[in-house]
């Protein structure tokens, strides 16, 4: 904790102890140099054996939150429709009928969906991560004269709840005001709404708030103009919060099905998600739909288990949130 | 909402009053030109569709022909809704529930994590991988392992252990609990990954000094991580409070809002108002009003937080 | 000063941009105004719902073959299929932003609905004009008409409300699986025989969210000779017959135990549960069996449909099914055009032997049933000799529906501001099955009233 950064942040109490790193100082530092228990605890038999306990209990019991349900679906995508509902523990010992999962890839086109998923999760990422990051700027840095007006606008929008705008919305992505062009069946329709998020502004500009000011207050002094503050200055420095607004967006539009459900009315831009919300209504047995259920989970679990060391070291990149 | 920093701003020195060019030299093109995203995209996609919304309140409307103006007709009608009481309710009782329950979880977690010194990965992924399963798909799985008979999948194996048969969803007193654990499953292992994060980068130091202090490993927990993780926390905090306000798809897909409207929430209603009945003039006045009130709550956790802060 | 000119600036110019962008609310209704003015030999181009998804291949190319020969009969009309269907969560939206196709297929529930909330263009005189309007049977019309008389969609996939049962289950607990009941009081007796000798089974199985609820006491209170609203539509009307209803299902539950432990039922549930041999006895029209037979595998031969079960006498019963809507936004030549469509897709095969036989193989050949008792969406004796047509192409056992298909009960229209009704009715079911003790004349009483409420702010 810089005690520079303390004195010169005003930041209402409850930011006051977020603190970006200064660079150079947390580069070099070891995420797992030690947690609350010392190495000194963890010689002691009192915490050997809480921490054996706590650890089975935890193993058993994520293993099962975790795994159990992707395990069930693996088993229930091979089972006859009948077993699976008529008796869906008893699944277990029924016959395998491997042709389900041809079915369902070939049917459902879960490849081409879970590419429109990618290509939508990233365009609703940059679109966030851009409008979120210069507006935060914007209120946190440069505050102009009337950005209390601006906070005000976009802090107002964030408990409306979805599905006053939802009509109004959709109209407006038809034929887009001023512009007069339609963004129906394009992926532009998903990605731009999702930049209007109140919550990642808010969020962002807490955090600038808290960047030391004679950072910023150097970097100017050097002659920097205010966007290369931006890019060189508080970019860097807000790489965590950068990174958990990302997993935030990417999580949310994994699973928004609604929305991209109106606006990607074509079947071969949507999302795997509307692919699901779909399923019910088309003629796929049973049993089918819940193979397509299986793939759509276990792809993004392959994934995300090849790639989580390099997808955990992103989102607590540079050292991590500091609260 | 937020205290402006009157001490940091960067003043440019007083400059000759010559409107335009004192304008540009303080950076008000630049402000500007950070503003125009934010303003685009939020006219557009959020305050436009928003105000039209809003209008829509005081309408007799069937999205088809011309509008009625009706006043404060459809705003006196969900008012009078004799279900609206229980509804708003169940919203406080769900927020509570998930509160008390749901939003600890991923801090025990993410803290338990934190400690190990091997095999971290594999919980970390463990408590990941719900946040995989797509909504729809998760709640259909969730159907099954709700399912009251007693060959349904919780009670199959909490029949193992001479428990149950329980009825979940199907009992008003269970409802809204299963609806908890539901969203708290679905949740808990993304939000962990993000606390995680966070209490990677508490500074060792403190825990140090704390150790010095004579402070025991379950203080050291309270009084330092915890604290720490403060920010992370509110922001949590915010953004579970905004789920609950938009809280439809389960309710809506694992009960209707049964048993007798045990999990009627007051996203539903408007949803019902709106998909259901057709009558978008009472779900946008139904939204008006919850916006005010949550409009009211803000400003009033506002001032509660702001007199308890040490400033 | 000038602080403040600025301030006020900024509002304003906000303000403004604000109301640009969310321009004119009202857009103009299509087709009221100049009704019935369609040119039959203007080109036009209509896109028309319900194509079948790359899944379900010979259904597809079916679908499509009929647009070319659509399009080859009517050379003025261009036809763009859609893989548009009916979603209650979008369809507002897409009704506002006059995206629906020109036509495609609803459920029958949301019909009154729509004509209620003026959600739909006046389809007579298009009708008319094609000559179709005295080809359907006028049993089904009632439904989808307003208090004048104007028709507003076309029903042609419809059924009553019946019951459906499991014949294995029958068997095994010693029914007659030839004899589904025909009163309640059967009802009740056999579903309690199905508990006593099929252990893990459901007698009878009720729905009770999402509107369902509501829907099927509006169809027990039919039964019973009842009613739900009166005449006028602007007051409830239930009496006896609704607390009968309650009365018996709150036997079955709490006496009997008879229905199991599942009391959320909604549609798709429900229908999943009976394919699975879970439940004995469901208030459901035939067209379960396609659902239950294909999606869901069940054993063709343990399917069976009786009448609905009535009190005493013979009161009547509510219909289901599929009924063709019309886009209020399109023009009155897309109308007309979509209204040749529909006449085309669905009634086209009760005048010509060849596409009946056609349509008939094409569907057995995707797997869909052919032949499911219904309502014949056209007069009975045009129905008869359709049906001798298809003969050889039917693949669903009729003789399993004798019980649905030997009875003539009379068809009582849905009660009015029907969705609402009926989510006003939902706890209500809810409640008896899920209290013992729940005080069934008092929920009547104020269900009523929230109803009267409703229909009050309706119009």
Redesign the interface.
């Known amino acids: ?1 810089s005690a520079a950064g303390q004195t ?8 006051e ?2 603190e970006p ?1 200064a660079p150079r100082k947390r580069r070099q530092r070891e ?8 190495a000194a ?2 010689r002691r038999p009192v ?1 050997i054996v809480t ?1 054996w306990i ?2 089975i209990v ?2 058993i019991g ?2 099962i ?3 159990g ?2 395990v ?2 693996a088993r229930a995508s091979l089972s ?3 077993d ?7 699944i277990w010992k029924t016959p395998l009928h491997w042709g389900n999962l041809e079915q369902a890839w ?4 879960i490849g081409s969906s879970l590419g429109n998923t990618v290509i939508v999760a990233v365009g609703s990422t940059i ?1 966030t991560l ?3 990051a ?2 935060a ?2 209120l946190s840095v ?31 992505i ?1 034929k ?3 512009l007069n062009i339609s963004l ?1 069946n394009t992926f532009w329709g998903v990605w ?2 999702a ?2 998020s ?2 990642n ?3 962002l ?2 955090f600038f ?1 808290s960047i030391p ?1 004679e950072l ?2 150097a970097a ?1 002094i050097d002659g920097a ?3 290369r503050v ?1 890019t060189t200055v508080v970019i860097p420095l807000s790489r ?1 919060i950068l ?2 607004v990302t ?2 967006t990417i ?1 949310a539009s ?2 928004d ?2 929305w991209p ?2 606006v990607l ?1 074509a ?1 071969n831009l949507q999302p ?2 509307v692919t ?2 779909n399923l ?8 089918v739909q819940m193979a397509a ?1 299986f793939l ?2 276990i792809i ?2 392959i994934l ?2 090849v790639f ?2 390099q997808f ?1 070291r992103g ?2 990149s540079a ?5 | 909402m937020s205290r402006t920093l009157e001490v940091n701003v960067p003043r440019v020195k007083p400059q000759r009053r010559r409107g335009v060019v004192r304008w540009y030299r303080s950076g008000g093109l630049t402000a500007v030109l950070f503003a125009i995203p934010v303003v685009l995209i939020f006219l557009y996609f959020s305050w436009g569709p928003v105000v039209r919304g809003v209008l829509m309140s005081v309408e007799k409307t069937n999205l088809v022909g011309p509008a009625l103006w009706v006043g404060l007709n459809n705003f006196s009608y969900v008012l009078s809704d004799p279900g609206l009481p229980q509804a708003a309710l169940n919203t406080a009782y769900y927020a509570l529930l998930g509160l008390v329950f749901g939003f600890p979880v991923p801090i025990l977690i993410a803290v338990f994590v934190n400690e190990l010194r091997r095999y971290g990965w594999m919980y970390n992924l463990l408590a990941y991988l719900p946040a995989v399963v797509p909504p729809v798909a998760g709640i259909l799985l969730w159907k099954f392992f709700y399912d009251p008979s007693s060959d349904g999948i919780f009670n199959s194996i909490l029949g193992w252990f001479g428990l149950g048969p329980y009825p979940w969803l199907n009992s008003e007193a269970m409802a809204m609990p299963s609806l908890v654990l539901y969203t708290t499953w679905a949740g808990a292992g993304a939000t962990a990954i993000i606390y995680l994060a966070a209490i990677g980068g508490i500074s060792p130091e403190l825990y140090e000094a704390a150790e010095i202090d004579g402070a025991g490993i379950w203080s050291r927990l309270w009084h330092v991580t915890i604290p720490q993780l403060r920010n992370v926390i509110f922001i949590m905090m915010l953004l579970q409070l905004i789920g609950t306000f938009q809280l439809f798809t389960e309710p809506f897909l694992f009960t209707g809002g049964g048993p007798n409207n045990a999990t009627q929430t007051i996203m539903l209603k408007i949803y019902n108002y709106a998909f259901v009945s057709g009558d978008y003039g009472a779900a946008t006045a139904l939204s008006v009003l919850l916006a005010l009130f949550l409009c009211v709550l803000s400003v009033a956790y506002h001032f509660v937080t702001k007199r308890w802060s040490p400033s | 000063m000038k602080k403040r000119a600025v301030k006020v600036a900024v509002l304003i110019a906000s303000v403004s941009t604000v109301a640009a962008l969310t321009g004119c609310t009202g857009a103009g209704a299509g087709g009221s105004a100049d009704q019935g003015k369609a040119d039959p030999k203007a080109k036009v181009t209509i896109t028309v719902g319900d194509e079948p998804t790359a899944d379900k291949k010979a259904d597809r190319a079916t679908f499509l073959q009929h647009v070319q020969d659509f399009e080859k009969l009517y050379p003025n009309i261009t036809v763009k299929p859609s893989t548009e269907y009916w979603q209650a969560q979008t369809f507002q939206a897409k009704l506002a932003g006059g995206t629906l196709p020109d036509t495609m297929n609803v459920s029958l529930t949301y019909s009154k609905q729509l004509i209620d909330n003026g959600q739909l263009p006046n389809m007579t005189p298009y009708l008319k004009q094609i000559g179709l309007l005295d080809d359907l049977n006028p049993l089904a019309l009632k439904n989808v008409q307003d208090s004048k008389g104007d028709v507003y969609t076309v029903p042609y996939g419809l059924f009553s409300v019946g019951i459906a049962y499991n014949r294995k289950i029958f068997q095994e607990a010693g029914l007659d699986p030839n004899k589904p009941p025909t009163t309640w009081k059967e009802v009740q007796q056999d579903a309690k025989i199905i508990h006593d000798k099929v252990p893990g089974v459901a007698g009878y199985a009720q729905l009770t969210t999402n509107n369902t609820g509501g829907w099927m006491l509006t169809t027990m209170t039919y039964s019973l000779g009842g009613t739900v609203t009166d005449k006028s539509g602007k007051k409830s009307d239930m009496g006896a017959p609704t607390r009968e209803a309650l009365q018996t299902l709150h036997d079955m539950r709490w006496v009997d135990d008879s229905m199991g432990s599942q009391f959320l039922y909604n549609q798709d549930d429900i229908r999943k549960a009976f394919s699975a041999g879970k439940i004995g006895m469901v208030l459901q029209a035939p067209d379960i069996y396609d659902q239950a037979v294909h999606l869901y595998g069940m054993n063709p031969a343990d399917f069976g449909e009786g009448a609905l079960p009535q009190g005493n006498g013979t009161n009547g019963t509510l219909t289901g099914g599929t009924i063709a809507m019309f886009n209020a936004k399109a023009t009155p030549n897309q109308l007309l055009a979509a209204a040749k469509w529909v006449k085309y897709m669905n009634f086209e095969q009760y005048f010509d032997k060849d596409l009946a036989v056609q349509n008939a193989k094409s569907s057995a050949a995707s797997n869909s049933a052919v032949g499911t008792p219904g309502l014949p969406p056209v007069k009975d004796s045009i129905y008869q000799r359709y049906l001798g047509w298809i003969k050889n192409e039917i693949n669903v056992p009729l003789d399993q529906f004798k019980g649905y298909t030997a009875s003539t009960l009379p068809l009582i229209p849905e009660p009015a501001d029907a969705q609402n009704t009926y989510a006003t009715l939902d706890p209500v079911v809810q409640k008896v099955l899920t209290d013992q003790n729940a005080d069934i004349k008092q929920l009547v009483t104020s269900a009523g009233q929230t109803i009267d409420r409703n229909l009050a702010q309706q119009r």
Request: aromatic share 8%; net charge positive; charged share 10%.
């Open positions: 904790m010169i942040v005003v930041a209402p109490a409850e930011f102890a977020i790193d995420t797992k140099e030690r947690g609350a228990i010392s605890d963890r915490v921490m706590l650890q935890m193993f994520l293993l939150a975790g795994l349900p992707i069930w679906s006859s429709s009948q699976i509902i008529s008796d869906p523990m008893g070939s049917g459902a086109q679109a851009f409008v979120s210069t507006a700027y914007l440069l505050r102009p004269r009337w950005s209390p007006l601006l906070s005000g606008a976009i802090l107002a929008t964030l408990f409306l709840p979805g599905v006053i705008s939802l009509v109004p919305l959709y109209l407006t038809l887009m005001p001023v129906l731009l709404p930049g209007a109140a919550f502004v808010v969020v500009k807490r708030d000011r910023i207050e100017r103009s205010s966007i931006f965590p990174g958990v997993l935030l999580i994994w699973k099905y609604l459900m109106l009315a079947p795997v998600s699901l919300a019910p209504n088309g003629a796929m047995p049973f049993a259920v759509t989970i993004p679990v995300f288990v989580q060391k955990l989102v607590s050292g991590g949130l500091k609260g």
